[in-house]
């Protein structure tokens, strides 16, 4: 099986920029938003489990799923939140499974935003990879990109980890504070370390 190094980190931390650095230098990568996406298309296992779980209530007028309301429900509501994770995790976690399998390079990165959090699929990596900054610089990317005000992305960041506590399950971390070009050299001193681990005999492997 190939090497699979975890990534995560919170929300507005930009995983999706690390990741696509990653892309670029060939490295293969499966993401668990968008499987989680793909999944939540009609006819996708992970809706006809949403709305297995919760009646046609949780659709839109379209057919698919009442993205905006399902994000305040979960969000206002723990119960809710178990209850739909619980749906959705099983089908999301299984096609990760099978993408991985499908993997053809010395190592590839597993992208999820509760990788410690919701353990599903973290045995599955041999190293974690944590995309860390400040946390009003998560806030501001956040807001930037969602129009949601600084209450509901905090409301969101306390679902999460702790920063300290993150980095300190990290086995490595990359700041991604500055500028989007400041990622490039981080990643390719990362790129090498997990090209040279992978390289060694499994049994030697951290």
């Known amino acids: 099986m190939t090497f699979v190094v975890g990534l995560t980190g919170g929300i507005g931390s930009g995983k999706s920029a690390v990741a696509d650095a990653f892309r ?11 499987v989680a996406h793909e999944l939540a298309r009609p006819g996708g296992a992970g809706h006809r489990a949403v709305v297995d779980a919760f009646g ?21 509501d723990p119960g809710f939140r178990s209850r739909l994770e619980a749906a959705q995790h099983p089908a999301i976690g299984a096609e990760i499974r099978r993408r991985i399998a499908d993997w053809r390079g010395e190592y ?11 353990g599903a ?25 969602s129009g949601l005000d600084e209450s509901q992305v905090r409301a969101i960041m306390a679902t999460q980890l702790p920063r300290a506590e993150r980095l300190a399950r990290a086995d490595d971390v990359i700041d991604n504070g500055g500028p989007r070009e400041a990622l490039v050299p981080a990643v390719r001193a990362l790129d090498e370390r997990y090209r040279a681990l992978a390289a060694r005999p499994r049994d030697a492997r951290p």
């Open 56 to 76: 046609p209530g949780v659709l839109a007028p379209d057919g698919t799923l009442d993205r905006p309301e399902l994000r305040r429900r979960a969000f206002s």
């Open 121 to 145: 699929t973290s045995s599955l990596a041999r190293r974690v990879l944590v995309v860390d900054c400040p946390e009003d610089e998560q806030v501001r990317r956040v807001r930037a990109r």
């Open 108 to 118: 590839g990165l597993m992208v999820v935003p509760l990788l410690f959090e919701r």
């Open 24 to 34: 670029a230098l060939g490295v293969e990568v499966v993401d668990a938003d968008e």
